[in-house]
């Protein structure tokens, strides 16, 4: 994963890939608004003045979300970010099916399972485990199956 060579290759801080993500985004926009979408949001806002408060609130909870995501990503990984966010979806619908009656379908219910199988595997067998130079015995050599030693250069 990209995250996961970033982390490990530049100590990328959470601070560090929420800006250059944003800085993207505020290209984007950028692009979007010479097309001429900005006008059409003016228009908009002109007839329904109290969504720039829904603007400020959505913006405000989506950094604070936001922070939280790439604070996880930095500190613990992509992949146990991963973990999280699917897993609080996966409750959020469970909380759907419980509280409000909303019906899975078997269909549903297999994807989820598939889904659910699918991070658990990552988890224990995504990983491969790197030996560090120390444990090959230290002075750059490592052990043969029968007791010798090989030099590496």
């Known amino acids: 994963m990209i995250q996961s060579r ?78 999280a966010t699917t897993s609080r979806k996966f409750f959020t619908v469970i909380l759907s099916v419980l509280l409000f009656g909303n019906a899975f379908s078997s269909r549903q219910w297999v994807g989820t399972v598939c889904v659910f199988l699918g991070l658990g595997f990552d988890t224990v067998y995504g990983k491969e485990i790197k030996q560090e130079p120390s444990a090959a015995g230290g002075d750059g050599s490592r052990p043969l199956a029968n007791g010798g030693k090989v030099h590496r250069p």
């Open 6 to 83: 970033m982390r490990a290759a530049h100590s990328t801080k959470s601070y560090d890939m929420m800006l250059k993500m944003n800085m993207w985004s505020v290209l984007w926009l950028g692009i979007l608004m010479a097309f001429g979408e900005f006008s059409d949001f003016i228009s908009f806002a002109n007839r329904n003045p109290h969504v720039f408060t829904n603007i400020l609130l959505f913006g405000l909870l989506s950094a604070l979300g936001q922070f939280f995501i790439f604070l996880m990503i930095a500190n613990f990984g992509p992949l146990a970010c991963s973990i």
